[in-house]
C-alpha cells in the first residue's frame, strides 16, 4: 500500500479561503433576496433576479468545492482550476456591465489588479500540489491531533 502525504497546509488554506468565499458569496445572495423590491427599483441592465440567483450559484460551487478540497477530493482540484477563471470572468464582466459610479470605475483597475493576483495565487497552489489524491487531510487542521504511537511503559 502506497504511502500518502499530508495535504500541505497551503492546500489547506486555500480550501478554507475558498468555502469563505461561498459563504461570502451566499451571504451576498441572502442580502440580494432581503433587498429584492429595492433591487427592481433600480435601472439595472439585468433582471433583479440576477443577483440572488448568480449568489446562489457561485455560493453553491464554491462550498462545493471548498469541502471537496478540504478532503483532497482530485474532482474539487480540477474543478476549482476551471471554476476560477470562469468566476473571474464573471466579475470582469458583471464590472463592466454594472458599474455606473466614478468611484466604482476608478477603482475597476485596482480591484482587477488584486482580484487577479488572488486567482493567480490560487492556481498556482492547486497546480503546485499537484493531485490530492496522494495526500490524505491534516488532521491536525481538523482540529484533532495525529494519532499516538503506542508505547510501552515499564512500572516497577
Given at each position: 500500500m502506497e504511502k500518502r502525504h499530508r495535504q500541505p497546509y497551503a492546500v489547506t488554506l486555500t480550501a478554507y479561503g475558498v468555502l469563505i468565499l461561498g459563504a461570502g458569496y451566499c451571504l451576498g445572495a441572502l442580502h440580494a433576496i432581503?433587498?429584492?423590491s429595492t433591487i427592481e427599483s433600480l435601472p439595472l441592465s439585468v433582471p433583479a433576479w440576477y443577483f440572488p440567483?448568480?449568489?446562489?450559484?457561485?455560493?453553491?460551487?464554491?462550498?462545493?468545492?471548498?469541502?471537496?478540497l478540504r478532503f483532497g477530493k482530485e474532482w474539487s482540484r480540477r474543478a476549482a482550476l476551471a471554476?476560477?477563471?470562469?468566476?473571474?470572468?464573471?466579475?470582469?464582466?458583471?464590472?463592466?456591465?454594472?458599474?455606473?459610479?466614478?468611484?466604482?470605475l476608478q477603482s475597476f483597475g485596482f480591484e482587477a489588479v488584486l482580484r487577479l493576483i488572488l486567482v493567480a495565487i490560487g492556481v498556482a497552489v492547486l497546480i503546485a500540489?499537484?493531485?490530492?489524491?496522494?495526500?490524505?487531510?491534516?488532521?491536525?487542521?481538523?482540529?484533532?491531533?495525529?494519532?499516538?504511537?503506542?508505547?510501552?511503559?515499564?512500572?516497577?
Open positions: 432581503f433587498t429584492y440567483l448568480s449568489g446562489v450559484v457561485w455560493g453553491g460551487v464554491w462550498l462545493v468545492l471548498g469541502i471537496g471554476a476560477i477563471p470562469i468566476c473571474f470572468c464573471t466579475w470582469m464582466a458583471d464590472e463592466r456591465l454594472l458599474s455606473r459610479s466614478a468611484i466604482a500540489a499537484g493531485p490530492l489524491e496522494n495526500y490524505r487531510p491534516n488532521p491536525a487542521a481538523l482540529g484533532r491531533d495525529l494519532p499516538m504511537e503506542k508505547t510501552t511503559t515499564h512500572v516497577e
